[in-house]
């Protein structure tokens, strides 16, 4: 059984920084499709971040060049870096997991069966 659980959200102000990890259970993230998701009230749940198998990262318009996605794994550990954090960035971050096979769209919400249940990200100015 596929299981993922994010940890690290927390209350920021505007300019600071902040790690999610995500620890994966019942999946081989060296042979996964992971990603990054958010949503902020009232909004649909958008991707902001993957990483493939190999290692190839996807970033939205919207964080590209303040996050930074990354795994580790042999600890089956996945990560956001989030630097330059704005209120904008308030949102619950959701990890998400695919396993090996079939078509992969990195920020397609359909393209994870595979959720955890979220950790909020609060940014204040």
């Known amino acids: 059984q596929v299981q993922v659980v994010e940890s690290g959200g927390g209350s920021v102000l505007a300019g600071g920084s902040l790690r999610l990890s995500c620890v994966t259970s019942?999946?081989?993230?060296?042979?996964?499709?992971m990603g990054w998701f958010r949503q902020a009230p009232e909004k649909e749940r958008e991707g902001v971040a993957a990483?493939?198998?190999?290692?190839?990262?996807y970033y939205s318009a919207s964080v590209k060049g303040r996050f930074t996605v990354s795994k580790d794994n042999d600890k089956n550990i996945l990560y956001l870096q989030m630097n330059t954090l704005t209120p904008d960035d308030t949102a619950i971050y959701y990890c998400?997991?695919?396993?090996?096979?079939?078509?992969?769209?990195?920020?397609?919400?359909?393209?994870?069966?595979?959720w955890g249940q979220g950790t909020q990200v609060t940014v204040s100015s």
């Open positions: 990483i493939s198998a190999d290692g190839k990262t």
């Open positions: 998400a997991a695919r396993p090996p096979g079939g078509s992969w769209a990195p920020l397609g919400r359909t393209s994870y069966p595979y």
């Open positions: 019942g999946i081989t993230l060296s042979s996964a499709y």
